[in-house]
């Protein structure tokens, strides 16, 4: 069966937001302190300009390097799921324990193809709407004017541009491993999905100010241990952020897909092994703080691959 | 293949692992932590179900070099893992606010088993405090937290992410509520007012007052006026406050609605004596001003309304001019028309 173009755009709102889960919110806002609007503004037009330049590139991968990037894509968001799981719902759990299901469902996920994936994203955007809504709706009132104020920072311009790009990375790059990006390019959901992750800063540094939202790995996370739902039902927090470990399991999904379409199940299972060893090895702690710190250069890293990728394929292609 | 995978993720999926009954999670309602002899003292109140429906609960002492120690040494006992996700209420020795604050909110942020919605106080005689309602088979957490949500009662309401914005901020100075006990009575009549980290001085129910009506926190407030042989008690009712800084000269505006529910040898058609009343309350707010200042204590947040506003800041607070202007409007409600007596 044909996957609709709403399974497309829903898709697409979904894989560009998990990079901020404990990453993006919190380098932005402490590398820019009040001026983090700017960064978010400008971060939306290089975001933009990014994404347009991507689906202008040929539609041919190469194999080896498309393969190469989804399994980097991969490792970066299984370290990133794993840490925020263990670190706010199962701090008891081994990471084995967290990491070694959640592999496992992606391969399974995997090997029922685009169509799962898809259809689940479809599913995934709906419950994410609704517990967005709850989540905005019960956090208006907590929002304080004065947190916003001074307007402007003392950023200075460099720090501003580097944030905006890491934002526009963040948002753009996991945009990369969608199929048939060209046919499917839509820069309003982009849009849309930027203004959630916009909205999703304003509540952060609404309710909880920037000397507050500084100090935490997941001020995401602490901004929904204020929710409640109809003044009757407290601690929700856990089902809240549920929409960003949904989000993020919908791109682990994706790369899955896409390193078994271009590889075969058994590849897939041994780097599936693979990041298994390497966040025992390196231990997932030691791996998240080093993705924290090196966000940037990863991401340049891997869109400067992909348009290695591109040039090779059209190359390959010509000849 | 697929069973196999079936059958691993239905072992590894169900969320077991870290599975905690609730019969065998204790809800922590409140915490007191005390800094005695370079030591932690922590008392934690459990609130229980009992069979019949009723709520109670019980105390654990523990004595620590640190305030995680102090806490497992509380629990030793018990056979249960504490939870803090209910906390209502956190109460905090005077010795632990001026010495520990730090480390006290350092440990109570990192840790995600605490809730983020609770109140915080100071209270130096906690034990006796949380057992005068233990001993009204209600709990202590629970009773405090009915007291801010479901009263109008002048009162300092700080939530710990109030503390930590005041905290962390470079600009504005810590107010906290105390709670005392005096005849079996718990009252809270009283805040502590911080410069930076340390306790140095106190405000009174009126003074709080004033606190709420210029933060604009809505209470009820009852402002006794007594000049000459004339006395009023103003019921405040509505008001608005707004502080802005201008020209250099920090702008303090409030008007006030109230209804005069006492009075005695004053008449509320009389101009001169509403005059006389707004000159008072004038007064007090200049009071609690003066006050502020020769304790260098910036509750109010001048200097914050300054560095928002200039983004930088170059007077320390007892250098900023201020200008106060008050309007008290009064309705009168009451079913006599003239004073009774008069």
């Given at each position: 069966m044909k996957n609709t173009k709403q399974e497309y755009n829903s898709l697409l709102y979904l894989i560009s937001q998990p990079l901020f889960l404990g990453i993006g919110f919190i380098k932005i806002i402490r590398d820019l302190g009040n001026d983090y609007w700017i960064g978010i503004i400008l971060g939306i037009i290089i975001g933009l300009f990014i994404y347009y330049m991507l689906h202008l590139l040929p539609q041919k991968n190469n194999k080896i390097?498309?393969?190469?990037?989804?399994?980097?894509?991969?490792?970066?968001?299984?370290?990133?799921?794993?840490?925020?799981?263990?670190?706010?719902?199962?701090?008891?759990?081994p990471i084995n324990i967290i990491l070694i299901p959640l592999l496992l469902v992606a391969f399974y996920s995997s090997k029922k193809g685009d169509?799962?994936?898809?259809?689940?994203?479809?599913?995934?955007?709906?419950?994410?709407?609704?517990?967005?809504?709850?989540?905005?709706?019960?956090?208006?009132?907590?929002?304080?004017?004065?947190?916003?104020?001074?307007?402007?920072?003392n950023s200075s311009i460099i720090n501003i541009l580097l944030s905006s790009l890491d934002f526009a990375l963040i948002s753009t790059i996991s945009l990369i491993l969608f199929p048939h990006l060209k046919k499917n390019y839509n820069s309003k959901v982009y849009l849309i999905s930027s203004l959630t992750i916009t909205i999703f800063f304003l509540l952060i540094i609404g309710t909880l100010g920037i000397n507050v939202a500084s100090i935490f790995n997941y001020p995401e996370y602490i901004i929904f241990k204020r929710v409640t739902f109809l003044d009757f039902f407290d601690n929700i927090q856990n089902i809240i952020f549920m929409m960003w470990i949904f989000s993020s399991f919908s791109l682990i999904g994706l790369c899955s897909l896409n390193i078994r379409k271009y590889t075969n199940k058994k590849i897939l299972l041994i780097i599936m092994v693979f990041i298994i060893l390497i966040s025992n090895i390196i231990s997932n702690y030691n791996l998240f703080n080093f993705i924290y710190l090196n966000i940037r250069y990863l991401l340049l890293i891997i869109l400067g691959?992909?348009?290695?990728?591109?040039?090779?394929?059209?190359?390959?292609?010509?000849? | 293949m697929k069973k196999i995978i079936l059958i691993i993720m239905c072992l590894l999926l169900t969320g077991c692992y870290n599975y905690k009954e609730i019969n065998n999670l204790a809800i922590v309602s409140s915490l007191a932590i005390n800094f005695k002899d370079d030591n932690f003292e922590v008392i934690i109140e459990i609130g229980e179900n009992n069979k019949d429906g009723k709520y109670s609960s019980y105390i654990l002492k523990g004595i620590g070099a640190s305030i995680e120690s102090a806490i497992k040494n509380a629990s030793t006992s018990l056979n249960k893992d504490l939870h803090f996700i209910n906390l209502d209420i956190l109460l905090i020795s005077s010795d632990a606010a001026n010495l520990k604050l730090n480390k006290i909110l350092d440990f109570i942020a990192r840790d995600n088993n605490f809730s983020f919605d609770y109140n915080i106080a100071i209270c130096d005689k906690s034990e006796e405090v949380i057992q005068t309602i233990i001993n009204q088979e209600k709990i202590f957490?629970?009773?405090?937290?009915?007291?801010?949500?479901?009263?109008?009662?002048?009162?300092?309401?700080?939530?710990i992410s109030d503390l930590l914005d005041l905290y962390l901020s470079n600009y504005q100075d810590i107010i906290l509520p105390i709670f005392d006990l005096q005849n079996e009575a718990i009252?809270?009549?009283?805040?502590?007012?911080?410069?930076?980290?340390?306790?140095?001085?106190?405000?009174?129910?009126?003074?709080?007052?004033?606190?709420?009506?210029?933060?604009?926190?809505?209470?009820?407030?009852?402002?006794?006026?007594?000049?000459?042989?004339?006395?009023?008690?103003?019921?405040?009712?509505?008001?608005?406050?707004?502080?802005?800084?201008?020209?250099?000269?920090?702008?303090?505006?409030?008007?006030?609605?109230?209804?005069?529910?006492?009075?005695?040898?004053?008449?509320?058609?009389?101009?001169?004596?509403?005059?006389?009343?707004?000159?008072?309350?004038?007064?007090?707010?200049?009071?609690?001003i003066i006050k502020l200042?020769?304790?260098?204590?910036?509750?109010?947040?001048?200097?914050?309304?300054?560095?928002?506003?200039?983004?930088?800041?170059?007077?320390?607070?007892n250098k900023i001019n201020y200008q106060i202007n008050t309007k008290i409007i009064i309705n009168d409600y009451s079913l006599i028309i003239d004073n009774i007596g008069d």
């Open positions: 390097i498309f393969t190469l990037i989804n399994v980097f894509i991969l490792l970066i968001m299984t370290t990133i799921l794993t840490n925020c799981i263990s670190l706010l719902y199962l701090n008891k759990t169509e799962t994936i898809f259809k689940a994203a479809n599913i995934i955007v709906l419950i994410n709407i609704f517990l967005f809504t709850i989540a905005f709706i019960s956090l208006i009132p907590l929002i304080s004017i004065n947190n916003f104020l001074p307007i402007i920072g691959l992909f348009i290695l990728n591109k040039i090779i394929g059209k190359f390959k292609l010509k000849k | 957490g629970n009773y405090i937290k009915n007291v801010y949500d479901n009263t109008n009662n002048n009162l300092i309401n700080i939530k009252i809270m009549n009283k805040a502590a007012i911080f410069n930076k980290s340390d306790i140095v001085n106190y405000i009174d129910d009126e003074e709080i007052a004033i606190y709420n009506i210029l933060n604009n926190n809505f209470m009820n407030y009852y402002l006794n006026f007594d000049f000459d042989d004339r006395k009023a008690v103003l019921k405040g009712n509505n008001y608005f406050s707004n502080i802005i800084y201008q020209n250099n000269i920090m702008k303090i505006f409030t008007r006030l609605e109230g209804d005069l529910i006492e009075t005695e040898n004053f008449d509320i058609n009389n101009k001169e004596h509403l005059k006389i009343i707004n000159k008072e309350f004038k007064k007090r707010i200049d009071n609690l200042y020769s304790n260098n204590s910036d509750i109010l947040g001048f200097r914050n309304i300054i560095y928002k506003q200039k983004k930088h800041l170059d007077s320390s607070l």
